[in-house]
């Protein structure tokens, strides 16, 4: 049906133009113009906001582009604390592209450099991100098992203006050691990529 209405569509079109071919006149004279114009290929990506999709576990909000842990270290095990939030970013692709994530430290890490670990004390907290668009999906363990770079496998999508979600999720005790044990004080750091655009 679709196909229908387009054909009558371009029936209607060329209509015209035949008989204006036959009604020109002698001596008259006829030009045809194409009109042409190009959109550039764009991905973007707006600011994050905490989604309504569910609540968020140990996280108050987000500043800017960094997400505050309220409470890292849970006082009655003196280890992890569990924390969870879903962030929206609005945007869209207008080509076919690629999304992809990664993460800076592969978890959580202390940022006080130097000096030896005691030994039965964590130094860095694991978490698993999650980042959907309609029905594309990218999973990240980062493990902090090792500090380095880590990525999730790259997904290939279709444009859409749909938005991207984000889902971090830190599980009680968890730690780079054992479960349950005690951490460091200190700033715990980790920078999460986000990365739209060409495949």
């Known amino acids: 049906m679709i196909r229908a209405a387009l054909l009558l ?3 209607a079109v060329a209509g015209p ?6 009604e020109l006149p002698d001596g008259g004279d006829q030009s045809d113009f194409i009109v042409t114009g190009s959109v550039p290929e764009l991905c973007t990506l707006g600011e994050p906001t905490i989604s309504n999709t569910s609540a968020p576990l140990n996280v108050r909000t987000i500043i800017g582009r960094v ?8 006082p009655a095990t003196l280890s992890t604390q569990a924390a969870s939030i879903e ?6 692709c207008n ?5 992809a994530l990664a993460s800076d430290n592969n978890g959580l890490y202390r940022q006080i450099a130097g000096g030896a670990v005691p030994l039965g004390f964590a130094n860095a907290v694991p978490y698993m991100a999650e980042l959907r668009r309609d029905e594309d999906m990218i999973r990240l363990d980062a493990d902090a098992l090792s500090r380095r770079e880590r990525r999730g496998a790259p997904v290939d ?16 005790g968890a730690t780079n ?23």
């Open 177 to 199: 050691i054992t479960t349950q044990a005690p951490l460091l004080a200190g700033e715990y750091r980790d920078t999460i990529r986000i990365t739209v655009g060409p495949r």
């Open 67 to 74: 997400i505050r842990i309220e409470e890292m270290m849970d």
């Open 95 to 99: 080509y076919p592209y690629e999304i």
């Open 17 to 22: 133009a035949f008989a204006q071919d036959a």
């Open 87 to 92: 962030i929206a970013f609005q945007g869209f």
């Open 157 to 172: 999508a279709e444009p859409t203006a749909s938005p991207l979600l984000l889902r971090l999720q830190v599980m009680p």
């Open 9 to 11: 569509a371009l029936a």
